[in-house]
């Protein structure tokens, strides 16, 4: 068991601390620039104590580094400029009055002999027993052979009793043998089925028209493996930071890359605790190195190479060009009452976002899919039920008076505002 006090000796140098504390203020203070085994901003942090002294760098001289490495380079500290000039000038925080000495020792004390993360085990998906699979296989064979075998004795059978009797002459001579002697014979019962089979047939026609375009569950494969459960999830990133022009655009727009690298310029491996069945931490680690690959990023010397490739990405939602679809429109003006609206009718699915409305709970979703026909009608059902938020002061100026217009046209009934009393259901607003 890792003790929480670590007091080890380095080059004579005397290093306690908290190992538990210091693993928590070094994840709150330092890992936007620093990683234990690796570089990223700065240097990788691992045994730097170790690493210093054996240069000949005491401890007390890290803490100050720490503390206020601005100071100690402008008192002319030959090592801290070197140190600022080999990581091309960039500025690192000033820790003093945010970190006490013991607070620093505590980061040293994990830096140098960190715990070993134990390994979050995948989920176990449950097999089914090959045995008994191949168990049911053989008695499935089984009992088609015994079909088979039943089925040719009862043909033996019939074709031995009709060479031997005359009845069955008969009876054969009097047997329907095609279709226009059984609608010759029965064809009342004829005209009904042929109608049926009509009717049926025109409706298939129909049914397969009206779902032209609507594809509600597409979820294809992308070229970067991107799980929104993770990110909108289990790390609780708001949608609009990534999906900005949802909020002040038309298009919702699919994020560039160089959005993700404002996270994973750091982060390049996957440590979190979820993982989807199926995947691993490699898997997912595997994914965020393609965005290196694309973007054109060294990760070794954290730098851009200047080679990037196109991300070709499989869209999803995609309105046709004869529609007009602001989503500005409903993720600001309408988010109170469509949120409101969308709880109203499904009590036991209640949403927190305006995205969701449309989306999906999209924020439980390893793979992104269509979570509605969005067709005209469903676009319509909204408009009727949907009230105008009132509350807004643009609104509450501009239609004061649509009260008392509706309950003229609608009668007292009709006191609530819905959007298509307001137009929302004249072609005009959605096809110009």
Request: aromatic share 10%; with cysteine; glycine share 6%.
């Given at each position: 068991?890792?003790?929480?006090?670590?007091?080890i000796?380095?080059?004579?140098?005397?290093?306690?601390?908290?190992?538990?504390?210091?693993?928590?203020?070094?994840k709150d203070?330092?890992?936007a620039?620093?990683?234990?085994d690796?570089?990223?901003?700065g240097?990788?942090?691992?045994?730097i104590?170790t690493s210093?002294?054996?240069e000949g760098?005491?401890?007390?001289?890290i803490h100050?580094?720490?503390m206020?490495n601005?100071?100690?380079?402008?008192?002319g500290?030959?090592?801290a400029n070197?140190?600022?000039?080999?990581?091309?000038?960039?500025?690192m925080?000033?820790?003093?009055?945010?970190?006490?000495?013991?607070d620093i020792?505590?980061?040293?004390?994990?830096?140098?002999?960190?715990p070993?993360?134990?390994?979050?085990?995948?989920?176990?998906?449950?097999?089914k027993?090959?045995?008994e699979n191949?168990?049911?296989?053989?008695l499935?064979?089984?009992?088609?052979?015994?079909?088979?075998?039943l089925?040719?004795?009862?043909i033996?059978?019939?074709v031995?009793?009709?060479?031997s009797?005359?009845?069955?002459?008969?009876?054969?001579a009097?047997?329907?043998?095609?279709?226009?002697?059984?609608y010759?014979?029965?064809?009342?019962?004829?005209?009904?089925?042929?109608?049926?089979i009509?009717v049926?047939?025109?409706?298939?026609?129909?049914?397969?028209?009206?779902?032209?375009?609507?594809?509600?569950?597409y979820?294809?494969?992308?070229?970067?493996y991107?799980s929104?459960?993770i990110?909108?999830?289990?790390?609780n990133?708001?949608?609009?930071?990534?999906h900005s022009?949802a909020?002040?655009?038309k298009?919702?727009e699919i994020?560039s890359l160089?959005?993700?690298?404002?996270?994973?310029?750091?982060?390049?491996?996957?440590t979190?605790?979820?993982?989807?069945?199926?995947?691993?931490k490699?898997?997912?680690t595997?994914?965020?190195?393609?965005?290196?690959?694309?973007?054109?990023?060294?990760?070794e010397?954290q730098?851009?190479t200047?080679?990037?490739?196109s991300?070709?990405?499989?869209r999803i939602?995609?309105?046709?060009?004869f529609?007009?679809f602001?989503?500005?429109?409903h993720?600001?003006a309408?988010?109170?009452?469509?949120i409101?609206?969308?709880?109203?009718?499904n009590?036991?699915?209640?949403i927190?976002?305006?995205?969701?409305?449309?989306?999906?709970?999209?924020?439980?979703e390893?793979v992104v899919?269509?979570?509605?026909?969005?067709?005209?009608g469903?676009c319509i059902?909204?408009?009727r039920?949907?009230?105008v938020d009132m509350?807004?002061?643009?609104?509450?100026?501009?239609?004061?008076?649509?009260?008392?217009?509706?309950?003229?046209?609608?009668g007292?009934?009709?006191?609530k505002?819905?959007?298509?009393?307001?137009?929302?259901l004249?072609c005009?607003?959605?096809?110009?």
């Amino acid at each position: 068991m890792l003790a929480l006090l670590t007091s080890i000796s380095v080059f004579g140098q005397e290093l306690s601390g908290d190992v538990k504390n210091g693993e928590k203020l070094f994840k709150d203070n330092c890992t936007a620039c620093h990683a234990l085994d690796r570089k990223l901003t700065g240097p990788a942090l691992k045994g730097i104590v170790t690493s210093l002294a054996a240069e000949g760098v005491d401890k007390e001289w890290i803490h100050k580094w720490i503390m206020n490495n601005e100071a100690l380079r402008k008192s002319g500290d030959k090592r801290a400029n070197e140190i600022f000039e080999e990581y091309s000038r960039t500025l690192m925080d000033v820790f003093e009055g945010r970190l006490s000495d013991q607070d620093i020792e505590d980061i040293l004390a994990y830096a140098e002999n960190p715990p070993v993360p134990e390994e979050e085990a995948a989920p176990v998906v449950a097999q089914k027993d090959d045995s008994e699979n191949l168990s049911y296989i053989l008695l499935a064979f089984a009992s088609i052979g015994i079909i088979l075998i039943l089925t040719l004795l009862k043909i033996n059978q019939l074709v031995r009793l009709k060479t031997s009797s005359a009845e069955l002459t008969e009876l054969e001579a009097a047997r329907i043998k095609t279709l226009s002697q059984f609608y010759n014979r029965y064809q009342g019962l004829s005209c009904s089925i042929i109608s049926i089979i009509l009717v049926l047939s025109l409706y298939g026609v129909w049914a397969w028209l009206m779902g032209l375009g609507v594809d509600k569950g597409y979820a294809p494969d992308q070229p970067i493996y991107f799980s929104h459960k993770i990110h909108a999830g289990e790390n609780n990133i708001d949608c609009q930071l990534c999906h900005s022009g949802a909020k002040y655009g038309k298009v919702s727009e699919i994020p560039s890359l160089s959005v993700c690298m404002n996270c994973h310029r750091n982060i390049s491996e996957y440590t979190g605790k979820y993982i989807e069945p199926g995947k691993s931490k490699e898997f997912y680690t595997a994914e965020i190195k393609k965005i290196y690959d694309y973007i054109g990023w060294d990760e070794e010397n954290q730098a851009y190479t200047g080679i990037q490739k196109s991300v070709k990405w499989e869209r999803i939602h995609n309105m046709p060009d004869f529609v007009y679809f602001n989503h500005s429109q409903h993720v600001v003006a309408g988010e109170k009452t469509i949120i409101a609206d969308y709880n109203r009718k499904n009590p036991n699915n209640q949403i927190d976002v305006v995205c969701k409305a449309c989306h999906g709970a999209i924020d439980t979703e390893d793979v992104v899919k269509m979570a509605n026909d969005f067709t005209m009608g469903w676009c319509i059902d909204c408009h009727r039920t949907t009230e105008v938020d009132m509350n807004n002061g643009y609104n509450a100026a501009y239609f004061n008076k649509l009260h008392e217009k509706l309950k003229k046209e609608y009668g007292e009934g009709k006191s609530k505002i819905t959007v298509d009393a307001i137009g929302g259901l004249e072609c005009g607003k959605c096809h110009y």
